[in-house]
């Protein structure tokens, strides 16, 4: 469909590498993963707390993993499509092909709609509630986060972390309900996880946000304000191992003290004027923390783990 592109007023043949590469910066890929895993982890850990085989689900398995990768590549396409002005003053997005013009702008537009229509259809053949959290992931991020508060408020990333919050309820609800307090706990750690993760990034792409006029909060109130929310927001992560015991002593003392080192790093940053060493610190201590969090619940969750 697209193996020609419109460079300016020009078309020519491109590569297929060339092609692959377009379309990964427009669902931006690594984005579209990190959202997907959580979705099978919330499936993995269904699986395990209701007792159920795989193979009885692999079919919605199915329907939910590809279901959510096209509503998730949607939302990202129309993300895209929307914020094409801000990518062109941003240096790190300057080869997506909304920039380039290797893709017109018109056929984003209708490849984010249908993308978006067709993984919404397929999550519907999981379960009705798993529909539900992949409607208000996608509507969160493209109508509440993309289309309104990103441009005007710094509200914008909070918004935003509830799209990525719900991704392990859909797995959990491909199960079954997800009002179960596993969910609950991985979409509060996902919702919390967030905030510190994004004003790290904001730090670090200070100059970047600031000349596309990005209202983010280290940009519009400086960084001393975003390093004492962030000490905050990680605060709030601490009680949450107690509420997940049942995942085995071992989780609860490994997550503690991930939580407690994090609380340290954000509260000694809060007195430090190293900006740039902290954030750099935090956000690879936020990816490693994520990383084994989620990583040990599945890890502990094998089979072999269990009599």
Same mark, same amino acid.
């Given at each position: 469909?697209?193996?020609?592109?419109?460079?300016?007023?020009?078309?020519?043949?491109?590569?297929?590498?060339?092609?692959?590469?377009?379309?990964?910066a427009?669902?931006?890929?690594?984005?579209?993963?990190?959202?997907?895993?959580?979705?099978?982890?919330?499936?993995?850990?269904?699986?395990?707390f209701?007792d159920?085989?795989f193979?009885?689900?692999?079919?919605?398995?199915?329907?939910?993993?590809?279901?959510?990768?096209?509503?998730m590549?949607?939302?990202? +396409?129309?993300?895209?499509?929307?914020?094409?002005?801000l990518d062109?003053?941003?240096?790190?997005?300057?080869?997506?092909?909304?920039?380039?013009?290797?893709?017109s702008?018109?056929?984003?537009?209708?490849?984010?709609?249908?993308?978006?229509?067709?993984g919404? +259809?397929?999550?519907f053949?999981?379960?009705?509630?798993?529909?539900?959290?992949?409607?208000?992931?996608?509507?969160?991020?493209?109508?509440?986060? !993309?289309?309104w508060?990103?441009?005007k408020?710094?509200?914008?990333?909070?918004?935003g972390?509830?799209?990525?919050?719900?991704?392990?309820?859909i797995?959990?609800a491909?199960?079954?309900?997800?009002?179960?307090?596993?969910?609950?706990?991985?979409?509060?750690?996902?919702?919390?996880?967030?905030?510190?993760?994004?004003?790290?990034?904001?730090?670090?792409?200070?100059?970047?946000?600031?000349?596309?006029?990005?209202?983010?909060?280290p940009?519009?109130?400086?960084?001393?304000?975003?390093?004492?929310q962030?000490?905050?927001?990680?605060?709030?992560?601490?009680?949450?191992?107690?509420?997940?015991?049942?995942?085995?002593?071992f989780?609860?003392?490994?997550?503690?003290?991930?939580?407690?080192?994090?609380?340290?790093?954000a509260?000694?940053g809060?007195?430090?004027?190293?900006?740039?060493?902290?954030?750099? !610190?935090?956000?690879?201590y936020?990816?490693?923390?994520? !990383?084994?969090?989620?990583?040990?619940?599945?890890?502990l969750?094998?089979?072999?783990?269990? !009599?």
């Amino acid at each position: 469909m697209y193996s020609d592109y419109e460079l300016g007023k020009d078309m020519k043949k491109t590569t297929l590498s060339g092609f692959l590469t377009d379309v990964k910066a427009l669902v931006k890929g690594i984005v579209l993963v990190a959202n997907v895993l959580p979705i099978l982890s919330g499936f993995w850990l269904a699986l395990f707390f209701v007792d159920v085989s795989f193979f009885e689900y692999w079919d919605k398995f199915l329907y939910m993993t590809i279901g959510s990768v096209f509503l998730m590549a949607g939302a990202l +396409i129309l993300n895209n499509w929307y914020e094409v002005d801000l990518d062109r003053k941003m240096g790190r997005t300057q080869e997506r092909p909304t920039v380039t013009g290797n893709f017109s702008l018109q056929a984003v537009l209708t490849l984010g709609i249908a993308a978006s229509a067709l993984g919404l +259809i397929l999550l519907f053949f999981t379960t009705f509630e798993a529909a539900v959290y992949g409607f208000i992931g996608w509507f969160t991020y493209v109508v509440l986060y !993309t289309f309104w508060t990103k441009r005007k408020y710094t509200l914008n990333t909070v918004i935003g972390s509830v799209s990525g919050a719900v991704t392990p309820l859909i797995g959990w609800a491909t199960i079954t309900s997800a009002y179960h307090i596993v969910p609950i706990m991985l979409f509060l750690i996902l919702f919390i996880w967030q905030i510190p993760h994004t004003f790290a990034i904001a730090m670090r792409r200070y100059d970047e946000y600031k000349a596309a006029e990005v209202p983010m909060l280290p940009v519009v109130y400086g960084f001393d304000m975003a390093k004492r929310q962030t000490a905050v927001y990680v605060l709030c992560l601490l009680p949450i191992p107690m509420f997940l015991t049942s995942l085995g002593s071992f989780f609860v003392v490994v997550m503690s003290i991930l939580n407690v080192v994090w609380a340290y790093i954000a509260i000694r940053g809060v007195f430090k004027k190293d900006d740039e060493k902290y954030a750099n !610190t935090m956000f690879f201590y936020s990816l490693g923390y994520l !990383t084994i969090v989620f990583g040990l619940m599945i890890f502990l969750t094998l089979p072999i783990f269990q !009599t």
